[in-house]
Each structure stands twice: as structure tokens, then as C-alpha cells.
């Protein structure tokens, strides 16, 4: 027995040995096979990194930030390749004394370079890291706030300013003052100053409020500015909020500003022209802001200009000139150093010429010297267009956020200055002149979405007066809370421009009165409940007239008079059915109905040959257009139109809109998928917006200009050949509400191409249980799916259990930034590690009320450090059975990027994550249990919560909340 057990074990270290030397043996008669796949992993390496050079270069040169890690990869694969390159030319060298038949003077030296070329770890493992950087090397930045955008002024030298700014920041710093006041004349910079206060002290605040009050006081604006302030500060957080240029007294508390002695916490810094004004509002501490003297103003100047002003004698003299005519204001300084700094000498003595000739005698003094230098600024505007919109800026009401949408229209309609080719023509022209106006310092950014900018005050004072002389001749009364208009015959009959704009006018003139140099009407947001002939009569040259969000219940005849009208805006008077008449204005260029009572597009509307764009949105009536109408605006290039009832007219009114070869831009609803004819084509469209469905829903667009929307209960498989051409060719961003018949993404909708798409929203769709199940999916396949996904919005999935039934290396979320889940109550965790260490494009997170959810990552990784380099904000409410976010063991995982987390009525959540967790840049966590009694501030987060890497240990939530 002992003999055959001694000979099994013989039996198996042979076995080992022959093994071992088989794979020895290998290295070096298999050498060139194996060179030649350490060559071709090489080159994979080298192609991925060249790859991913690319981005990063476009991606410095677009001023992104680059994504933690990347660089860091570049340089490891660059470090790696180099090594492996020594390799291939030693080896190549070494080969050269081998004999042709593959036999070697030095079988060692064989062995060892095929041995070595089997070490392909370093670089499959390289290839492997690097592939969540080929689809996103880059950060991209998250809208800035207020304070983010602000630049620190250069003050060196400014002591009258650096004076005043001391005094306010002691008096923000003094904790017995609640109410700060800084009066001064318009222009002296009181603005400026509390921008610079507030960045210079916000590490003493939570958070930094800012709103403009301006001579018409909009309390629901001002309320709506500060909401979340004044929920903060009710909380107890201490905040700052700025009240910019106040007229007149406020009364805080109606306004919903926390103030007094139970609310300390509230710090109040106003801005006001008028001592009185801050007297009025109990300022315990009130700062004067002087114009300053010529040393300081020069200094001002200096920074606007150069020092070109100092070095060239010829210049200096009249730059010396120049400035005292300035009147030490430094929003005047500004802008003439913007106008002057690159022209000649010539050109600042003729400018110098034209600031010594008397402003207005009539006019503010705190701006008669702002008058002169602005008008300077706006004369030596070489772009016309600019000019014009200048102006224009000047007609909607003080401090209002001015869509340059509203802009683009007003320009076709006015036809000004050159005739546009198309409406995107205009867009451009209006976007250059918005740039150099912005240039100029003569308009602002409104701190809302791009679309929209704003003018100071005082600039928009002096674009008045401009608009007062010349060819032009305003009449600006907008946001003045004027209830009825009745001007008589003493009146200037010489306008070029009224704007009665966002007042409250219920009656126009009903008598004779004349207008005939009258281009621009502007009577929106009024209670106008009609149009009197007369008035009509007195305005028949008349271009743009704007009566959108009136009470107007029909169209008097004399309308037809308006022969020179090129833009007419009716939007949202609900009562307006009957618009026939409008059939008569030939040379409309564009017709704006939305929001009215129409039913049908009657057969005149098809005499306005001159269209180019017509806007039918939100007419809950509309279900016909005559026949052939659509067909006869042969110039239409952006067509907005949503239909409710199914009609057969629907039809036929695109199959004449697939005829029109001038259309770029089209937005549709339609009641059903069967009012699209199936061979409707989308390719000439630059941007589209086509929504099926009976009702109106909430409108998920992340891209307006690519987007799909199908609400209905049934879908059609396979798809309508007109919707399948759409997803291919288009790929638009897509949003599928309540179809009964829909189980999951992959397979039901994976021939119809929805793999391929940037963004999905699945919305109360009660039968999907997941996104993805290969089980039925026929065939075998290497695709990674919902890689393409940038945007996933899940909300009502009642049944979604998980969200893919598919092995996980099935799944990739590189791309995707924005997830939101909403009443998913069946989904008890998301994301495996495995998945989630992958979501490196990830910005934001939002699940609300998905009461079942107990972790949303789980699962081990190989990985010692997870890093999620782009999210930002995470949101949490409503998750009753949430226990953690992340419930495995990864030694490390970082947040770069993370600024936000709302912790909301998720009371059963004791841990965010096992081990240590690093976030550098968190600013705000708000934690409420069920109960409601908790809430962490930004002093809390730094010292309790999250801790960055130096926490190991288990956080438990609820013990941090109890000791706060």
C-alpha cells in the first residue's frame, strides 16, 4: 500500500514537472506568437491613449476640467508603453543573431523574451481603466450662482471705496446689527460694493440671497427670490440677504423676509439712492458711498484702460479730461475706459468734444453726467444692430429679465436696419449684438438661463433719453402699474416706440388719435378686453404690436388696416376664437396664437405668404386646419403646432407641411401616432419637439431641440415607420408615458433603437418590471446596453423590481449624467458596485418616495479606491427603508465634485457607507427624519458629517443629529 502510494505521488510530481516545463518549453517555441500579441495589446494601448488625448486636448481647449484620474492614466499608459517599446527593439535586436529557422545561439535568451512577452497584465489592466475616460475625460461646470460668477474688484488705490467697504463689512460682522443701508447716487457703485461684500464675507453665512427691488415693487418676484433663504433662516442657518436698489420703504414681513429680534440669524444689506429710504427701513448701520475724487478716479481708470493713459504724453492730457468729465462714477468710468481704450488720439479728443457738451437740463443730477458718457459709449458702437438693441433693452420694464427671443421677433418685425434671411439669420444678428453689448458693459447677464440679459438702471435711464432724440421717439410707461391710458391730443404724435408693457390697463384711447411714425406697440401682460377702432386707426403704420396675456375676446375689423404689420403677438387671451381677419395682413412675418381659443386655422391665414413663423401652441380647441393652407405658407421656416382632438385633418395638414422646403424648426402634438403619416420625413429639420398624447403632461426636455414624447396606452410593434426613422436618424431625447403594453427597454424596444438614444424617460407605465432582460433577446450579443444614456428618468414604475435581468458586464452607464427614480416602490437597491464604480459622468441623483429602497449601491469591489469624479448633488426623500447609499466594504470611495445631499423623511438610514469617504468640496447637507426635528448647517458638515478620509469607523446618522 505504501508502494502505491508513493508511486501516485511520483505520478504527480511528474505530472507537475512535465506541466511546468510544457510551459516553459511554450515561452520559447511559441516566442513570436507571443511577441506578436504583446505587440498587438501594445497597440491597443497606444490607440486608446491616443484616443483619449484627443478628448483631453478638446477638452482644455473647450476650458473644461478634466475628470480626476486622467491625467494620471495618460501618464501611467505613457510610462507603460515607453517600457514595453524598450522591450520590442531589444528583443528585435536580440533576434538578429538567431538563425533564420528559428534556432538561437542562447536558447536563454529565447526563453526569456517569450517568457516576458506574456506579461500583458500591465497593459489589459491599463486598457481596462482607461475605458470609462474614452467616453468622458471632463467635467463640465454646474450653473453658477450669484457669488460664482462675481470677480473680486481691484480696489488698490480706491480708498473711498475700500473705506466704505471696511465700514459695511464691520457692520456685517457686528452681531447687535441686523439691517445694513448703503445710499449713494446711481452710477457710484453701491452695487459693486455689496457683490464684493458678500464674497468677502460668505464663509460667515450659510448662504448669500440677492434680489433687485427697482421703483415698481414685485413682491411675488422679491418673495420668490429669497424663498429659500427665508426657509433657511427659519431653520435657524444664518443667511445674507441682499436687497439691491430699494425706492421706497419695505415691509419685510410682507414680503416673508424673517427680520427682528427672533430672527438675528437674518443679516440685511440694502442698496438705495436715498438716505431717507434707509432711515425708513431701520438701517442701525447706514454707509454713504461718495463719487470718487480725481486720484481715485484715475486709478478706476488706469484699470480700465491701461497704462497706455500714464506712457503716451499726447494722451495723457486728454485721457486727464476725460475722467473729470466722468464725474467720478465709476459705472461710468468703466464703460468710457471700455469705449476709448483701443482708438486713437483723435478719436479721444472728438469724444472729449462731445462729454463737454451739457446733458439734458431736465433730468436726474445723479445721472446727467452718466447721460453724456453713456450716450458716448452707445454712439461709438460701430455695429447698428447693437444700437438697435440697446434701445430696445430700454422699452421692457426696470430691472427685467429680457428674453432675447422677444428680441429676435421685435427684429424681424422691425426690419430696422437690413432685411434678415432667416429666422435663425436673426438669432445670430441678435446674439452679436447682445456679445458686444455686454462688451461694452452696456448690458448685464440676468442670471437665469442664458436666453436671457438685464440693463442697470441707470444705463436704461440714459438709453431713454437717447430713445428721446434722433430718429428716435419713445414712450416708455412699462411695469408702472398704470391702470388705463387715455392720453388726448397734446401728446407727442412723433412716437417711433410705446411701451405700456406689464401694467394693469383695462381702456385705450376711443377717440381720434394719431400716431403715424408709430413702429413698435408693445401693450402685453394688461387687462385689455378690447381694441378700439379708433386707436387702431391712430397706429395703422405700426410693424410690431404685442397684445399677448390680455382679455381680448375678438378682433375689431378695422385690424385689417394694419398693412404695414410684419410681427402680431396674441398669445394667451383665452377668449379669442374667431382670427379670419388676420388674412388681410399680408406682409406678417410672424403670428403668434398660443394660448388662445381657436378651434381651427381658417382658409385666410393661408394668404399670409410672407410667414415665416407661426406659433399654435396650447390651443386646448384646436383639431382642423383647412386644406391647403399649411401648403400655401411657402416661407415658413419654424411651425409650432399642437392639435388635441384627432382629426383627419391632422393628417393632411403634415402631409403640406412635409412640403415646405423652408422649414428648419417644427414643433408637434398630436392626439395619436396614426395622425403622422408614415412616410413623414425629419431630415431637413435642425431641431424638432413631437409629442403624442391627449392631454398635457409635464414636459421632461432635456434637449428642446431633439426630443419625442408618446403618451398613450398602446404602442404599435414594430414601430410606425415615420417614429422608427426618427429614433434612427435623429436620436432624440424621449419620453414614453402610461403604455400598458410595455414590459422593458431591451428587448420590446430594442429593435425600434432605443439603446441608441442620449436620454428616456419611462413614466407610469404600469407593466415594466425592468430595463433590460436578455432572456428573450434572440441571439447572442456583445453589446454593452443603456450606454448611450445621458439622461434616465423612471417615475410610477409600481412594478420595476430591478433595473436589468442580464449579467452585470452586460450593463454600462458611462455616459449617463442626470438620473432621476420618482414612486418606484418596488426597487429594493439599484446599482451593483461592479456598475456603479462606472458611473464616472454622473452629475446627479434624485430618488423620491421609493419607500422599499434599502441601499442604493451594494456589492464588493476589486478596486481599493471608487471614485464618482462628476457628481454633485444627491437627493434622498421619502426613501422610508433606506439603511445606507453604499453597503459594501470598498477601503475608499471619493466625491470630487459632491456640493449637495438632502437627507429627507429617511429615517431608517443610521449609515451612509462602511469605511472612510472623501468630500472636499461639500457645502451643504440637510438631514430631516420623519419627525422633522433636524437639520445639519455647513459648520455641522465640516466637523460631523462626512469626514473625509480619516473616518474608518461606522457613521451612524442618527448619534451625529442627537449631539447637533
Not at 450669484?146 to 457692520?171: E, F, M, P, R
Not at 403646432?641 to 428648419?664: D, N, Q, R, W, Y
Amino acid at each position: 500500500m505504501a508502494d502505491g502510494v508513493v508511486t501516485s505521488v511520483a505520478d504527480k510530481v511528474i505530472d507537475s514537472m512535465f506541466v511546468v516545463a510544457k510551459k516553459e518549453i511554450d515561452y520559447m517555441w511559441n516566442r513570436k506568437q507571443h511577441i506578436q500579441n504583446f505587440k498587438s495589446e501594445v497597440q491597443k494601448l497606444k490607440d486608446m491613449k491616443g484616443r483619449i488625448q484627443q478628448k483631453i486636448e478638446l477638452a482644455k481647449h473647450k476650458g473644461d476640467n478634466l475628470v480626476h484620474g486622467v491625467e494620471d492614466w495618460v501618464n501611467a499608459a505613457d510610462a507603460e508603453i515607453l517600457k514595453a517599446e524598450e522591450f520590442i527593439t531589444e528583443e528585435g535586436n536580440a533576434k538578429k543573431t538567431c538563425f533564420g529557422i528559428g534556432l538561437c545561439g542562447n536558447w536563454s535568451t529565447l526563453h526569456r523574451y517569450g517568457k516576458k512577452a506574456t506579461h500583458t497584465a500591465p497593459l489589459t489592466e491599463l486598457q481596462e481603466h482607461g475605458k470609462p475616460y474614452e467616453s468622458c475625460v471632463s467635467l463640465a461646470t454646474p450653473a453658477p450662482g450669484l457669488l460664482d460668477v462675481y470677480q473680486n474688484k481691484n480696489l488698490d488705490g480706491i480708498i473711498t471705496q475700500n473705506s466704505a467697504l471696511g465700514d459695511i463689512i464691520a457692520a456685517i460682522e457686528d452681531e447687535s446689527i441686523q439691517i445694513i443701508g448703503i445710499y449713494g447716487v446711481g452710477g457710484v457703485g453701491k452695487t459693486t460694493l455689496a457683490k464684493e461684500v458678500a464674497a468677502r464675507v460668505k464663509n460667515l453665512f450659510a448662504d448669500v440671497a440677492f434680489t433687485t427691488i427697482s421703483q415698481t415693487v414685485d413682491a411675488d418676484k422679491i418673495r420668490k427670490d429669497t424663498e429659500s433663504a427665508t426657509k433657511r433662516i427659519m431653520k435657524g442657518e444664518k443667511i445674507l440677504i441682499i436687497l439691491d436698489d430699494v425706492w421706497e420703504k419695505l415691509d419685510l414681513e410682507e414680503l416673508c423676509i424673517p427680520s427682528g429680534i427672533d430672527h438675528m440669524n437674518c443679516k440685511i444689506l440694502l442698496t438705495s439712492r436715498s438716505k431717507d429710504v434707509c432711515d425708513r427701513m431701520i438701517a442701525q448701520s447706514k454707509i454713504c458711498v461718495n463719487s470718487l475724487p480725481f486720484k481715485e478716479a484715475w486709478i478706476l481708470f488706469k484699470h480700465a484702460v491701461g497704462n497706455k493713459v500714464e506712457t503716451d504724453i499726447s494722451l495723457k492730457s486728454v485721457a486727464i479730461k476725460v475722467v473729470e468729465e466722468c464725474g467720478g462714477l465709476p459705472l461710468v468710468i468703466d464703460v468710457i475706459g471700455n469705449t476709448l481704450k483701443n482708438r486713437d488720439v483723435n478719436s479721444w479728443k472728438a469724444a472729449l468734444t462731445q462729454l463737454q457738451k451739457n446733458a439734458p437740463a431736465d433730468i436726474d443730477p445723479s445721472i446727467r453726467k452718466a447721460f453724456i458718457n453713456l450716450k458716448l459709449s452707445y454712439d461709438y458702437l460701430e455695429n447698428e444692430e447693437a444700437q438697435w438693441c440697446f434701445l430696445q433693452c430700454s422699452m421692457f420694464p426696470e430691472d427685467s429679465k429680457i428674453l432675447l427671443e422677444d428680441l429676435v421677433h421685435y427684429r424681424v418685425g422691425l426690419e430696422k436696419i437690413k432685411e434678415v434671411e432667416s429666422m435663425e439669420d436673426a438669432r445670430n444678428r441678435v446674439q452679436n449684438a447682445i456679445n458686444i453689448l455686454k462688451s461694452s458693459s452696456l448690458l448685464l447677464d440676468a442670471n437665469v438661463p442664458e436666453h436671457y440679459v438685464k440693463m442697470h438702471d441707470v444705463v436704461r435711464d440714459v438709453a431713454l433719453l437717447i430713445a428721446t432724440g434722433g430718429m428716435n421717439n419713445f414712450l416708455v410707461m412699462a411695469g408702472k402699474g398704470v391702470k388705463e391710458w387715455l392720453p388726448r391730443n397734446n401728446i407727442s404724435h412723433s412716437y417711433t416706440g410705446i411701451s405700456l408693457m406689464h401694467n394693469r390697463i383695462c381702456n385705450l384711447p376711443d377717440y381720434q388719435i394719431s400716431f403715424p411714425q408709430l413702429e413698435a406697440t408693445y401693450l402685453n401682460d394688461n387687462d385689455l378686453r378690447s381694441m378700439p377702432d379708433e386707436f387702431i386707426e391712430g397706429i395703422k403704420n405700426t410693424r410690431v404690436l404685442n397684445l399677448a396675456s390680455n382679455m381680448i375676446p375678438f378682433l375689431p375689423q378695422s385690424l385689417m388696416g394694419l398693412t404695414q404689420l410684419r410681427m402680431l403677438n396674441l398669445s394667451q387671451n383665452r377668449s379669442l376664437c374667431e382670427v379670419s381677419i388676420l388674412g388681410e395682413l399680408k406682409y406678417l412675418k410672424i403670428l403668434i396664437l398660443n394660448k388662445t381659443g381657436i378651434k381651427e386655422v381658417p382658409e385666410s391665414i393661408g394668404q399670409l405668404v410672407n410667414l415665416r413663423r407661426l406659433e399654435l401652441k396650447d390651443c386646448k380647441e384646436l383639431c382642423y386646419t383647412t386644406p391647403g393652407v399649411i401648403l400655401k405658407l411657402s416661407r415658413l421656416e419654424e411651425l409650432c403646432i399642437e392639435f388635441v382632438v384627432p382629426s383627419i385633418g391632422i393628417h393632411k395638414c403634415l402631409a403640406e407641411v412635409m412640403c415646405l422646403s423652408k422649414l428648419t424648426c417644427l414643433r408637434l402634438k398630436a392626439p395619436s401616432v396614426y395622425d403622422i403619416p408614415q412616410d413623414f420625413k425629419f431630415d431637413k429639420l435642425k431641431g424638432f419637439n413631437i409629442r403624442i398624447e391627449k392631454e398635457y403632461k409635464i414636459d421632461y426636455t432635456w434637449n428642446p431641440e431633439r426630443h419625442l414624447t408618446l403618451c398613450t396606452d398602446y404602442l404599435v410593434f414594430p414601430f410606425l415607420k415615420w417614429m422608427k426613422r426618427l429614433i434612427e436618424v435623429k436620436r432624440p431625447n424621449t419620453s414614453l408615458f402610461k403604455i400598458k403594453n410595455l414590459n422593458n427597454i431591451v428587448p420590446d424596444l430594442y429593435q425600434e433603437g432605443f439603446n441608441k438614444l442620449e436620454g428616456i424617460a419611462l413614466m407610469e407605465c404600469p407593466n415594466i418590471t425592468c430595463l433590460v432582460d436578455t432572456c428573450d433577446l434572440e441571439g447572442n450579443t456583445n453589446e454593452k446596453f443603456l450606454m448611450e444614456f445621458k439622461h434616465l428618468v423612471l417615475s410610477g414604475l409600481y412594478n420595476l423590481k430591478v433595473l436589468w435581468k442580464c449579467p452585470d458586464e452586460f450593463i454600462s452607464l458611462t455616459n449617463l449624467v442626470n438620473l432621476s427614480i420618482f414612486n418606484c416602490s418596488g426597487l429594493v437597491r439599484l446599482f451593483p458596485m461592479s456598475v456603479a464604480k462606472g458611473l464616472v459622468s454622473l452629475k446627479e441623483v434624485q430618488i423620491k418616495s421609493c419607500r422599499n429602497l434599502e441601499e442604493v449601491i451594494w456589492g464588493e469591489t476589486e478596486t481599493d479606491e471608487v471614485v464618482f469624479p462628476c457628481l454633485t448633488t444627491i437627493g434622498l426623500r421619502g426613501c422610508m427603508k433606506l439603511k445606507s447609499f453604499y453597503s459594501g466594504s470598498c477601503s475608499s470611495i471619493r466625491y470630487p465634485s459632491l456640493v449637495k445631499v438632502e437627507l429627507i423623511v429617511c429615517h431608517k438610514m443610521e449609515m451612509w457607507r462602511h469605511e472612510s469617504h472623501e468630500t472636499p468640496k461639500l457645502k451643504f447637507v440637510n438631514h430631516v427624519p420623519l419627525d422633522g426635528r433636524y437639520s445639519i448647517n455647513d459648520a455641522v458638515v465640516k466637523c460631523v458629517f462626512f469626514l473625509s478620509v480619516y473616518i474608518s469607523k461606522l457613521i451612524r446618522i442618527d448619534k451625529i443629529f442627537d449631539s447637533v
